[in-house]
Every structure is written in C-alpha cells, then in structure tokens.
C-alpha cells in the first residue's frame, strides 16, 4: 500500500523557518516527480514545488513565484523522501501542506493534475 506521510508542520512566527518532511512508502518513488502543495482555508490548492529525476541521484525543481527564493525542495538519494526547507516565512505561507507523487515526470509538475499519490498534509501556521 502506498503511502504519503508529511510531518515538521507547526507554529512559527513571520520570518522564521520550517522544515517539512514527507515519507514515502508502498514503492520505489526514485522515478518519480515529487512535490509539495499547500492549501489555504477558503483558497483552491496551490502549487508550491516540485522535483522531478534528471539523472542518476540527481532532480530537477520547479518553485511557485510566490516562494522562490524562500524555500528549497530536495529529496534523498533513494527518492522516497522529500523535504520543504522553508525560510523567511510569512503569515500568507499558512496553509496546509501536502506532498504528493506522480509517476508521470514529463510535462509540467507545477500542476496538482496527474499527481497519483497524496499525503493528508500538515499544518503550517505563521503569525505576525
């Protein structure tokens, strides 16, 4: 069985740091493109990052304009974690974060479409 499993959420003030883990389990996710995705109470589901292989142990990232610069993805070298460093938070960073898996990894990954996998996220919550 699959699973997706985020954890490193919590409460952090404007301009503080997280950082977010996602495990996952069930398969080999080396081959595939894995990012993360946030939602906001009210707001449709955002894409934040991605990272998809490039070559042996190596992945390429894509980052929504409203965080690059401030977060880093990155994954470990078996591929089945992928972490969200998230820097100079701000309280438009609250939401709830999910990281999700696609096995398809060409095209665009900055899109929640054609994601196979999902975790039930975690909540990030920035004060000012």
């Known amino acids: 069985q699959v699973r997706l499993v985020e954890s490193g959420g919590g409460l952090v003030q404007a301009g503080g740091s997280l950082r977010l883990s996602c495990a996952a389990s069930?398969?080999?996710?080396?081959?595939?493109?894995m990012g993360w995705f946030r939602q906001a109470p009210g707001k449709e589901r955002e894409f934040v990052a991605a990272?998809?292989?490039?070559?042996?142990?190596?992945?390429?990232?894509v980052y929504a304009d409203s965080v690059k610069g401030r977060f880093t993805i990155s994954r470990d070298d078996a591929g089945n974690a992928v972490y969200l460093q998230m820097n100079s938070l701000k309280p438009e960073d609250t939401a709830v974060y999910y990281c999700?898996?696609?096995?398809?990894?060409?095209?665009?990954?900055?899109?929640?479409?054609?994601?196979?996998?999902w975790g039930q996220g975690t909540q990030v919550t920035v004060s000012s």
């Open positions: 999700a898996a696609r096995d398809n990894i060409l095209g665009t990954i900055a899109t929640s479409r054609e994601y196979d996998y």
């Open positions: 069930g398969r080999t996710f080396s081959g595939y493109a």
């Open positions: 990272a998809r292989p490039s070559g042996i142990r190596s992945y390429s990232a």
